[in-house]
């Protein structure tokens, strides 16, 4: 597999650590309710489908969200967080 | 408690086998019946996999629940069950695992009896190796926990080690071998056996087995399940449980849950038949790599999840090559041995790297899931004890830790590996 | 035997090898299974289930029969298919599975009780009694089955590995991957033509044809010449292409000196992890048989392997050779073998409207039924349409059932195959893997032109998904002459027709599974093991599924098939695993005090990838115990020297770097003044501890954090998580800098003495207080001072860059021996840290709350920080948790171990009565008496409470007392100093 980091371009799998769904990104605020805490950190929607996630690229450094199909392992694309916060 | 077969069974027994072969094998019957679903069910499990069909055999077996129907979307047994590295073990540590795991052995270890079908559980010994001193600790913590719940474990030292498994790498290991956790009781068993004994069990009892039919919605009413869509046919039942360890997320989405899982792949492998080489169940500390000697003579053999979410039971080459690297690490004497066939399986990850077996907030409808990779050893306790549940509506004493509120409140989480609610890290 | 003036072989190169003892002859060019065919051998190996006698039935890659261990000494490789196996000067070859000899093989019994061995047999019996399964039938099961065996010595481990990348990856060197290969050269793209051959031409080496009035060879020679010419293109023999993955990742074996005698030369193989743009899958097809009562003798083989090995090695497997077949592949063989005098007993088509030109006994619309011969082949006796039987005298039978296309690969991403009624087998599904383009024959187009013509055809569509525009190549003259069959799978007739020829899979067994109702194909091959041997059944799974088909009532094509899963054939551990053994396995860290440390004698020992030393030995001392209590007293009396610079150091920057920290420890860094060291506690989100460690602030937008050995590269990981994605909002930077910098520990009394002799700037209490850090010089180097202490004693960290860090160990050694000192190791810095109480990840391993270990009150409220709502959850503040305490045993005699259970005194040593355990254990020299750390529910509430110790593994059971975790300068006055 590989992916393409949105700073060095199409890079072996080797070279990336996932960490989860991108909803990471989407930390409550501190005032949420607990519910929408645990919600946030355990609860997922994990689709056998398109889904958007988070991976490291350890060798430079940048973490990066790629829109992957979970059932074929297609990458439809990956953006760098500044990307994805847009 | 034990009831009555419900249909005409045939027993097998060595006497069995060498009449049919007298007869040309002309007097088998089928294992199970290809029933039509009925309108109603007291019962529908959802998934024939193992712990659907344990779940099912239970119910017939423990409470004399037989108007019940086992919806597979595939085959039976086509699941993770027939596609792992058939490794049986109770070397748990932490409460409410501990006690599960204890009985799901000593289910195992009657279960060729009780089925009437030969899984060839093998308790070869499992041995899991340390390669430091904290890695000796936790392994000591496990080992006296083990026994505190009344199983075996026996802590070996280097030599200890040497003498069931002279074959390791005990002279230029990059992370040499301090000793192991022996659990003799530990083993392997035939996978597909496992399935198909009890598919046969619970058929035996009246269950019907319906293969070919997968559930495409879950009816609630008031709260309240009612019954299955299905390709086949919407289908009636008192009670439903969802044990689609895999597709979790999917059915229970029917349902309106959001579950604390997350899906990834494991893969595993085989090597050619070879002649006897390794006689235990043999696990690296340092390089998640476990490996046994099937019957047949391949070694079976896995390593962890290949780190991201799939649905697609295939893995690619990193972790490929990183388990076979553990194993020329490990013990290099099996360098020659080739790999014949991998695959990939579905894992239900959880938060805490533990099962969930408990009660949904919609009456009558049981959730069984969150298996991680550790479900095959698990599939005699989790059907009994899911079946007590659907039974009675109480938890059973075994499982009363695999509840799905742990995460809320914080009570009784039993992440074993310690990594966290990261799902793909257990 | 050989045939005159046929083959590829060179005749003038001789070699010599044995088989299982007794010497052969060969040439070079030849296999070993070609070899042991010109000796006349026909018997080279014994079923898996039953031991029956087994001859070569394949000439390639597909060969489920002859499988041989080839020699010698350690590398014994077993299961190597002699039809793969190249000859070599001084190869060893021995057949398996088989005890006296292959001739005689006790385990044949077996056959006569086959009966009663019937498919999945085993599920029915061997139940009773219970105890006999591992004591008996399972011994007896294991040592019968298996086919060869591991030497049991070490691999050495010379196999390599390397990556590869490429536009277009051609898979298979025949008349389509030749022509696909040059058609995308033209284009200008870089190609690898992988085959894994020892040579190209792919079928046209087997074949009488000729391309473009060429023989095939000739042909394909000069092609890949010029090929090889161009530049852009890399050819790769002996390559098998195993595995298809994701994005165009492809996993190849390239066996590079197993043809050779084995020496210190080129690896033995390579196993390439390819990157292809595109990839054309040219893989050809495999000739499947048909089953027919006792089609499994020695002797009995593919039309299309004798064909090979009559072109390519000059072989004939007998004299005379009957012909069996449902299509016209079994005529061309009738004619080549007459072509090549050799005598053609019988041509049997099964189909009976099949006519013919040439001049043998032709029995059309005629099955073999029967066939003779004991350890080979001697005649086969065949039923005539009318139904009159013959028998006929052949020490060879060629059999062809058709031909499957090779569509292993397009499956290895789940995609299942298309049955295609025409040519009666499976084919490629469109697109299957993304990027692989299948044609030729492996694509069901089965003549040499339509061919040539499918791989420029498949070479265009390559080029055009890479945007690259096609260049003109012209298609070759070639033979264009339809495939034509007719299927037959099974002949109906008494005995016993063998499927898969190595698991001694018979129709009965097929037939009996689906009668038991397995009539899943998935079902079928699991109860049955068809299919599951070595070769995966490539020329038997389809005729299995035929006859699934049949005995359930479904059409093929609703009957489905199995899976072909990675790899197309077996890899060794050896190759997919090469040069990780040994020190191979991972890198190697070393500290800059790593040498000397090594010098002075210090056991080192693994620290996730570094190594640290274990303790300092001095003569005289008898164990470990001894130097480390030595050493233990030197810090709490002297002044000991550690080098510390394994943990992880984060530097970080920017006008938040407060605020940065502040989110992610537990604690406030904002604070925090410049030149001031804090503690900090790092949660997971989850609420539990993830790492803790000192953070210096070196200026106002500038620290330092330490992290943990352990968790130096997590921790990064998540610090820049952070920064990128939950506080994108704060203007930080960070970066590693373990490696840059040298850090060492100076702890004891006189360690302020000791920096005072080295570090340029004077080490006052007044400027050094605890927990002060500074850049100062070390004899002159810019370096960093930090006090702060691990031990409990007054205790500094002074850092250099790390090219200087060998010289300043060297320095402070000597510096602390003048003063009565020296260096302490991993096992005195561990008793110095629990006399004191101070954590490590045994303490924080995951599942412990700051809470837990009694650091609640470093939890701000005043603040967010990462953790901090799910560390709120009621079950994580439950007083009655396992809680951090110190233990130590009633009698001093007593040492207690890690991993051990604690129970109220008198209680039974059960899961249900634990109350805790212990986490870490030291002997104290300081305080004479063995301590430890562990969790006890509620443990900080039962101090001075007697508790019952037990440890079973190690026969450990006596009464401790809860205490303080701080067994030693509880008020820390001196490190505070």
């Known amino acids: 597999m590989r992916l393409t980091c949105p700073h060095c371009g199409d890079r072996d799998l080797r070279e990336f650590t996932y960490k989860g769904d991108a909803l990471a990104l989407l930390r409550p605020d501190e005032t949420a309710n607990p519910q929408e805490w645990v919600d946030y950190v355990h609860n997922r929607d994990n689709p056998a489908g398109t889904t958007s996630e988070l991976w490291y690229h350890g060798p430079c450094g940048s973490w990066l969200v790629a829109v992957r199909d979970t059932t074929t392992h297609v990458t439809h694309r990956t953006l760098s967080l500044a990307e994805a916060g847009k | 408690m034990q009831f009555a077969c419900k249909s005409a069974s045939m027993r097998y027994s060595g006497f069995k086998v060498f009449l049919e072969g007298l007869r040309g094998q002309s007097g088998w019957k089928p294992v199970w019946r290809d029933p039509e679903p009925k309108q109603e069910y007291d019962v529908i499990i959802i998934g024939g996999g193992g712990h659907g069909l344990s779940t099912a055999y239970y119910l017939a077996r423990n409470h004399g629940i037989t108007n019940v129907a086992v919806l597979e979307k595939g085959y039976l047994g086509g699941g993770n069950v027939g596609r792992n590295t058939t490794i049986v073990r109770a070397n748990y540590f932490l409460p409410g695992n501990s006690e599960f795991y204890s009985h799901s052995l000593k289910l195992w270890e009657g279960l060729e009896a009780d089925l009437n079908y030969n899984v060839m559980h093998s308790q070869r010994g499992l041995i899991n190796l340390f390669h430091s001193d904290g890695q000796r600790d936790a392994f000591a913590r496990r080992g006296n926990a083990m026994i505190n719940q009344g199983d075996d474990a026996i802590l070996l030292d280097r030599e200890g080690v040497r003498r069931h498994l002279p074959y390791l790498d005990f002279d230029n290991a990059r992370f040499p071998v301090y000793g192991g956790l022996f659990h003799p009781r530990g083993g392997t068993a035939r996978h597909d056996a496992v399935a198909w004994g009890y598919a046969r069990g619970a058929d035996q009892r009246g269950v019907d087995l319906i293969q070919q039919c997968e559930v495409t919605g879950i009816d609630i009413e008031n709260g309240r399940v009612t019954g299955v869509q299905t390709t086949r046919g919407a289908i009636r039942a008192k009670k439903v449980a969802m044990v689609v360890a895999g597709r979790s997320s999917e059915v229970a989405a029917m349902a309106g849950m959001r579950l604390p899982i997350e899906s990834h792949v494991l893969q595993a492998f085989v090597t050619e038949g070879l002649k006897p080489c390794i006689d235990h169940v043999v696990s690296f500390g340092m390089g998640h790599f476990y490996i046994s000697q099937s019957d047949k003579g391949g070694l079976v053999f896995g390593g962890d999840i290949d780190f991201y979410a799939s649905y697609a039971q295939r893995g690619n080459l990193p972790m490929k090559e990183h388990v076979m690297e553990a194993g020329m690490a490990l013990m290099p004497m099996i360098g020659q041995a080739r790999v014949l066939r991998s695959w990939g399986g579905i894992m239900d990850m959880s938060p805490d790297g533990s099962p969930i077996i408990d009660k949904t907030h919609i009456e009558g409808l049981t959730l069984n899931c969150g298996w991680c990779y550790g479900g095959f050893k698990a599939v005699p306790a989790s059907g009994f004890a899911t079946a007590h549940l659907v039974a009675t509506g109480e938890l059973h004493e075994t499982a009363a830790g695999f509840r799905l509120d742990r995460f809320e409140t914080g009570r009784g989480l039993m992440d074993e590996e310690g990594t966290g609610a990261q799902h793909n890290l257990h | 035997m050989r045939v005159a003036g046929r083959g590829l072989i060179d005749r003038d190169r001789p070699i010599r090898f044995s088989f299982d003892g007794k010497p052969i002859e060969a040439f070079d060019g030849d296999t070993v299974a070609s070899a042991l065919l010109a000796n006349d051998v026909a018997l080279m190996g014994r079923s898996f289930k039953y031991h029956r006698p087994r001859g070569?039935?394949?000439?390639?890659?597909?060969?489920?029969?002859?499988?041989?261990?080839?020699?010698?000494?350690?590398?014994?490789?077993?299961?190597?298919?002699?039809?793969?196996?190249?000859?070599?000067?001084?190869?060893?070859?021995?057949?398996?599975?088989?005890?006296?000899?292959?001739?005689?093989?006790?385990?044949?019994?077996?056959?006569?009780?086959?009966?009663?061995?019937?498919?999945?047999?085993?599920?029915?019996?061997?139940?009773w009694p219970r105890a006999f399964w591992e004591a008996l039938y399972e011994p007896i099961i294991r040592r019968a089955a298996g086919l060869g065996a591991l030497s049991g010595a070490p691999d050495p481990d010379r196999s390599e590995k390397a990556y590869a990348h490429c536009d277009v990856l051609v898979v298979g060197a025949g008349p389509s991957g030749l022509m696909a290969a040059e058609a995308a050269a033209e284009a200008g793209a870089d190609v690898i033509l992988a085959t894994e051959e020892n040579r190209v031409g792919g079928r046209l080496l087997s074949e009488r044809e000729t391309i473009d009035g060429e023989s095939g060879d000739v042909w394909a020679d000069a092609r890949v010449a010029r090929l090889a010419a161009r530049g852009n293109v890399r050819v790769m023999t002996r390559t098998t292409v195993t595995?298809?993955?994701?994005?165009?990742?492809?996993?190849?074996?390239?066996?590079?000196?197993?043809?050779?005698?084995?020496?210190?030369?080129?690896?033995?193989?390579?196993?390439?992890?390819?990157?292809?743009?595109?990839?054309?899958?040219?893989?050809?097809?495999?000739?499947?048989?048909?089953?027919?009562?006792?089609?499994?003798?020695?002797?009995?083989?593919?039309?299309?392997?004798?064909?090979?090995?009559?072109?390519?090695?000059?072989?004939?497997?007998?004299?005379?050779?009957?012909?069996?077949?449902?299509?016209?592949?079994?005529?061309?063989?009738?004619?080549?073998?007459?072509?090549?005098?050799?005598?053609?007993?019988?041509?049997?088509?099964?189909?009976?409207?099949?006519?013919?030109?040439?001049?043998?006994?032709?029995?059309?619309?005629?099955?073999?039924?029967?066939?003779?011969?004991?350890?080979?082949?001697?005649?086969?006796?065949?039923?005539?349409?009318?139904?009159?039987?013959?028998?006929?005298?052949?020490?060879?039978?060629?059999?062809?059932?058709?031909?499957?296309?090779?569509?292993?690969?397009?499956?290895?991403?789940?995609?299942?195959?298309?049955?295609?009624?025409?040519?009666?087998?499976?084919?490629?599904?469109?697109?299957?893997?993304?990027?692989?383009?299948?044609?030729?024959?492996?694509?069901?187009?089965?003549?040499?032109?339509?061919?040539?013509?499918?791989?420029?055809?498949?070479?265009?569509?390559?080029l055009t998904a890479l945007g690259r525009k096609s260049s003109f190549v012209a298609l070759p003259e070639a033979d264009d002459t339809p495939y034509r069959l007719s299927p037959k799978w099974v002949v109906e007739a008494p005995g016993r027709s063998w499927l898969d020829l190595q698991n001694d899979v018979t129709t009965k067994d097929v037939t009996l599974a689906a009668k038991e109702n397995f009539r899943s194909v998935e079902h079928m091959k699991r109860y049955t093991t068809q299919g599951m041997a070595t070769d995966q059944g490539k020329g038997s799974n389809v005729t299995a599924l035929a006859l699934l088909a049949d005995a359930t009532g479904r059409t093929i094509a609703d009957t489905g098939t199995t899976t072909f899963r990675p790899p197309y054939t077996p890899v060794a551990i050896s190759s997919m695993g090469a040069g990780h053994s040994g020190k191979g396995f991972a890198p190697e860290r070393f500290t800059t005090s790593h040498a000397a440390s090594v010098k002075a004698g210090a056991p080192m020992i693994e620290a996730g990838l570094w190594y640290r030393p274990s303790y300092f030995p001095e003569p005289g001392e008898a164990t470990w115990r001894e130097a480390c209590d030595r050493e233990v007293r030197m810090v709490r009396e002297r002044v000991g020297v550690a080098d510390v610079s394994t943990l992880g150091k984060i530097d970080i920057q920017g006008p938040d770097a407060g605020a940065f920290l502040d989110f992610v420890y537990t604690n406030t860094f904002s604070t925090l003044k410049e030149g001031r060291v804090r503690y900090g506690l790092m949660l997971r989100e989850d609420g539990h501890v993830m790492d803790d460690g000192t953070t210096a602030r070196l200026g106002a937008n500038h620290y330092l954090m330490t992290t943990t050995t352990a968790a130096a590269g997590p921790v990064m990981a998540h610090l820049e998580f952070v920064a990128q994605g939950l506080r994108p909002d704060l203007n930080v930077r960070l970066v590693s800098a373990t490696e840059q910098w040298a850090q060492f520990a100076v702890a004891g009394p006189k360690a302020q003495a000791v920096l005072d002799t080295l570090v340029d700037e004077d080490v006052t209490d007044a400027d050094w207080p605890f927990m002060s850090c500074r850049d100062v010089h070390v004899s002159g180097v810019p370096g960093r001072l930090f006090r702060i202490s691990f031990s409990g004693e007054r205790g500094y960290e002074l850092a250099v860059p790390a090219r200087y860090g060998a010289s300043l160990w060297r320095l402070l050694l000597a510096q602390a021996e003048s003063f009565g000192g020296g260096a302490y190791g991993m096992e005195a810095l561990n008793v110095l840290r629990i006399e004191k109480g101070f954590i490590t990840h045994a303490e924080i391993h995951g599942r412990t709350t700051a809470f837990d270990i009694g650091m609640q009150g470093m939890m701000s409220r005043k603040k967010e920080f990462i953790g901090k709502a799910l560390a709120a959850r009621q079950g994580l503040l439950d007083p009655s948790r396992e809680r951090l305490v110190g233990l130590r045993p009633k009698d001093p005699q007593n040492e207690m171990t890690a991993g051990g259970f604690l129970f109220e005194r008198g209680a039974a040593p059960t899961r249900a009565n634990a109350q805790g355990y212990t986490t870490s254990v030291c002997y104290s020299p300081t305080l004479e008496t063995p301590l430890a750390l562990g969790f006890v529910k509620s443990g900080p509430d039962r101090l001075g409470e007697d508790m019952r110790f037990v440890d079973h593994l190690r026969g450990l059971d006596f009464a401790v007392e809860l205490t303080h975790p701080v067994a030693f300068d509880e008020e820390g006055g001196r490190m505070r100093g």
């Open chain 3, 56 to 127: 070569v039935v394949t000439a390639g890659s597909d060969e489920p029969n002859a499988l041989i261990s080839v020699g010698p000494g350690i590398d014994i490789a077993p299961n190597t298919q002699a039809t793969m196996q190249e000859v070599y000067d001084g190869l060893i070859a021995r057949s398996q599975n088989r005890w006296p000899s292959l001739k005689f093989d006790a385990m044949a019994i077996n056959d006569l009780f086959s009966p009663f061995l019937a498919a999945g047999f085993y599920y029915k019996t061997f139940m």
């Open chain 3, 243 to 462: 595995g298809a993955y994701d994005n165009g990742t492809y996993g190849a074996l390239e066996r590079v000196a197993l043809h050779v005698t084995p020496g210190e030369g080129p690896p033995p193989t390579c196993f390439w992890r390819i990157t292809a743009g595109r990839a054309i899958l040219a893989a050809g097809a495999l000739e499947r048989s048909i089953a027919f009562p006792m089609n499994d003798r020695p002797g009995i083989m593919s039309a299309a392997a004798i064909r090979t090995y009559l072109h390519r090695y000059g072989v004939s497997p007998g004299q005379r050779i009957a012909v069996f077949g449902n299509n016209d592949d079994a005529h061309r063989t009738a004619a080549d073998l007459t072509e090549a005098g050799i005598k053609v007993a019988a041509l049997i088509d099964t189909r009976e409207d099949a006519t013919t030109s040439g001049d043998w006994p032709f029995y059309p619309g005629a099955d073999v039924i029967e066939t003779q011969g004991r350890l080979r082949l001697e005649g086969i006796t065949i039923r005539k349409p009318g139904g009159g039987t013959l028998r006929i005298g052949a020490d060879a039978l060629a059999v062809s059932g058709g031909w499957n296309p090779a569509v292993h690969l397009t499956c290895h991403m789940n995609g299942r195959p298309v049955w295609n009624e025409d040519i009666a087998a499976f084919v490629p599904r469109e697109n299957a893997v993304p990027g692989l383009i299948p044609c030729g024959a492996a694509n069901g187009v089965f003549s040499s032109r339509a061919c040539l013509e499918d791989g420029i055809r498949a070479a265009s569509d390559a």
